[in-house]
C-alpha cells in the first residue's frame, strides 16, 4: 500500500500500475519516496561506439620502450610510425543506469552528442 498523503491507493510491485479495491495481499505500507525506488528497474549500461562507425583508430605501442625513452617520445615524429598499429576499436562512451540497452544508448547519445544509432550497451 502506497501512503500519499489522505488517499491511500495500492500498488501492484511487478508492473507498478495501481490495483483497484478489491480482494489482495498488502505485504507492505511504504511511504511515497520509497517506494519509486521499489520499482525503478534500472540496469547499469556500458555504452560503446560499435566500431563499424570508427575509422582510422590506431594505438603507439610503447611496450618496448623504455621510460626515458617513453618521456621524451616526439607523437610527431617520423621516426616512430613503426610504432603505430592499427587498432580494432570499441570507444568506450559512457557507464549510464537505464531500463534498457536501448534507452541507455538514447541516454549516452544525448549527454556526449553521439548519433544513438551508432551506439551500443551491454549491461553489467
Known amino acids: 500500500m502506497l501512503e500519499d498523503g489522505n488517499e491511500p491507493s495500492v500498488i ?16 507492505a505500507r511504504l511511504p511515497c519516496r520509497d517506494f519509486s525506488e521499489l520499482l525503478t528497474k534500472k540496469q ?32 610527431m615524429s617520423c ?6 598499429h592499427d587498432m580494432e576499436p570499441n570507444p568506450f562512451i559512457a557507464i549510464i543506469e537505464a531500463e534498457s540497452e536501448d534507452e541507455a ?16 550497451a551491454v549491461k553489467i
Open 12 to 27: 501492484c510491485l511487478e508492473c507498478g500500475s495501481e490495483i483497484e479495491f478489491g480482494d489482495y495481499e498488502i505485504l
Open 44 to 75: 547499469k549500461y556500458v555504452v560503446c561506439m560499435d566500431e563499424s562507425y570508427v575509422r582510422d583508430a590506431q594505438v603507439l605501442d610503447t611496450s618496448d620502450l623504455s621510460d626515458k625513452e617513453f618521456n621524451n617520445i616526439d607523437f
Open 79 to 84: 621516426d616512430i610510425d613503426e610504432l603505430w
Open 105 to 120: 544508448c538514447k541516454i549516452a547519445a544525448e549527454q556526449k552528442r553521439y548519433d544513438k544509432r551508432c551506439l551500443y
